[in-house]
């Protein structure tokens, strides 16, 4: 049974910085892909960032040079370092995972996505 556990969210001021994990398990899944999702109160859920093991990353406008995900294979566990946080960065993060990919998939849509976290807070106050 897959499982992604989400962790590191939490309060920061504007201008600061926050990173969160999701740890993995019960997932062997090659080539596979996991993104980041939020969802602000009364907006929907939208993709934040995504990465495949074949190499593609693909990041939302709003979070460019600012947000990096990355990857610990060893710990199987997915990063997102959340730099310069805006008061508009505010949500709840999710993790997603997916088995396989193909060429044209939309990494930030949710429909790909077959395994979900239950979400970890993230507040930023200006």
């Known amino acids: 049974q897959v499982q992604l556990v989400e962790s590191g969210g939490g309060s920061v001021q504007a201008g600061g910085s926050l990173r969160l994990s999701c740890t993995a398990s019960g997932y062997t899944y090659s080539p596979y892909c996991m993104a980041w999702f939020r969802q602000a109160p009364g907006k929907e859920r939208e993709g934040v960032a995504a990465?495949?093991?074949?190499?593609?990353?693909s990041y939302a406008d709003s979070v460019k040079a600012r947000f990096t995900i990355s990857q610990d294979n060893a710990k199987n566990t997915l990063h997102l370092q959340m730099n310069s946080l805006k008061p508009e960065d505010t949500a709840m993060y999710f993790c997603?995972?997916?088995?396989?990919?193909?060429?044209?998939?939309?990494?930030?849509?949710?429909?790909?996505?077959?395994?979900w976290g239950q979400g970890t807070q993230v507040t930023v106050s200006s």
């Open positions: 997603a995972a997916r088995g396989g990919y193909y060429f044209g998939l939309n990494l930030l849509a949710e429909y790909p996505y077959t395994y």
């Open positions: 990465l495949c093991s074949s190499g593609p990353t």
